[in-house]
């Protein structure tokens, strides 16, 4: 069973930045693919973005160009590094791997609340 504990949330105002984290239970090199999700106040909870073994990595149209997902497998940790924030990225974020290079993902974070402000 892994473990995914995030931080790095908080409030920011629209322009901002913020980089979220996400740490491992076990070594990263046991997990395939990494993903960042977000649940938007009164949505359903949707893909932001993810980063395959290999570091390949793709991205929601939403948040191209202004996030960036990555891992440090040495580390065992992910990271999502967020720019130019919208009020309309305010949502809690999770992070969630899989073992396997396809399929859903079985492991995840308990969330950690990002609000933007304008």
């Known amino acids: 069973q892994v473990q995914l504990v995030e931080s790095g949330g908080g409030p920011v105002q629209s322009g901002g930045s913020l980089r979220l984290s996400c740490t491992a239970s076990e070594s990263s090199f046991s997990i395939n693919a990494m993903a960042w999700y977000r649940q938007r106040p009164g949505k359903e909870r949707e893909l932001v973005a993810v980063i395959g073994s290999a570091g390949i990595s793709s991205y929601a149209d939403s948040v191209k160009d202004r996030f960036t997902i990555s891992r440090d497998k040495a580390k065992n940790t992910l990271y999502l590094q967020m720019n130019s924030l919208k009020p309309e990225d305010t949502a809690t974020y999770y992070c969630?791997?899989?073992?396997?290079?396809?399929?859903?993902?079985?492991?995840w974070g308990q969330g950690t609340q990002v609000t933007v402000s304008s």
């Open positions: 969630a791997a899989r073992r396997l290079r396809v399929g859903e993902y079985a492991y």
